[in-house]
């Protein structure tokens, strides 16, 4: 198994870009690795729909028994995450 696999998050986390997006999550969860990153420096809005899809996503990862990483959260992302609830739930 190898040891990790990294997305980077777009700028815009919003309904436009979840299917694509959950796409290429799909695929990185059906790879054999131990940790997944998601880097999320770039981003710059978010909406629900993108969140969801984040959480979602972690969800899936701790149910296969991996490791969900969030990396370098941009500011916005950060005041997205604390407007829609979500702070705890990505344990940031």
């Known amino acids: ?3 990790k696999t990294t997305l980077t998050l777009p700028e ?3 309904i436009a870009q979840v299917v694509s997006l959950k796409d290429r999550m799909d695929k990185a969860l059906a ?3 131990s940790v997944f990153e998601l880097i999320a420096e770039k981003i710059e809005r978010v909406d629900s729909a993108g969140m969801q899809l984040l959480l ?3 969800n899936a990862v701790q149910e296969a028994n991996k490791e969900f ?3 370098k959260p941009s500011d916005e992302f950060l ?3 604390d407007l829609l609830g979500s702070t705890e739930l990505l344990e940031l």
């Open 1 to 3: 198994m190898s040891d």
């Open 12 to 14: 815009q986390l919003d």
């Open 31 to 33: 790879k054999e690795v």
């Open 56 to 58: 979602s996503f972690k």
């Open 69 to 71: 990483k969030l990396l």
């Open 79 to 81: 005041t997205a995450a």
